[in-house]
Nanobody, 125 residues
Framework: QVQLVESGGGLVQAGGSLALSCAAS????????MGWFRQVPGKEREFVAA????????YYAESVKGRFTISRNNAKNMLYLQMNSLKPDDTAVYYC??????????????????WGQGTQVTVSS
């Protein structure tokens, strides 16, 4: 059974940091594009960051560039998102996702094949 399980969400004050993790299991994700998206009620799921299968290429939404860092450890089947200088606008449910197609448009949610259940991140002002 393929599973992506996020952890590390929580409540933090503005300016603080959180580190999200995503544990992948059920198949090898070593050749997948992996990404983070977020969603607030009433809005579409929004791209946050993505990383190529080897980790050599990373992509970020403009709103998080310079504050968030995505990384992966293929040996452990893990995906990470380090979030610094958090703002109240970063409040959302954060999802990790995997795409089997290495040429997928990494910033489009419909291109991803597997999703986690999400973890809540709340940033207070």
């Amino acid at each position: 059974q393929v599973q992506l399980v996020e952890s590390g969400g929580g409540l933090v004050q503005a300016g603080g940091s959180l580190a999200l993790s995503c544990a992948a299991s059920g198949r090898s994700f070593n050749r997948d594009i992996m990404g983070w998206f977020r969603q607030v009620p009433g809005k579409e799921r929004e791209f946050v960051a993505a990383v190529s299968w080897g980790g050599g290429s990373t992509y970020y939404a403009e709103s998080v560039k310079g504050r968030f860092t995505i990384s992966r450890n293929n040996a452990k089947n893990m995906l990470y998102l380090q979030m610094n200088s958090l703002k109240p606008d970063d409040t959302a449910v954060y999802y990790c996702a995997a795409a089997r197609d290495a040429y997928v448009d990494y910033d489009i949610a419909s291109g991803y094949d597997y999703w986690g259940q999400g973890t809540q991140v709340t940033v207070s002002s």
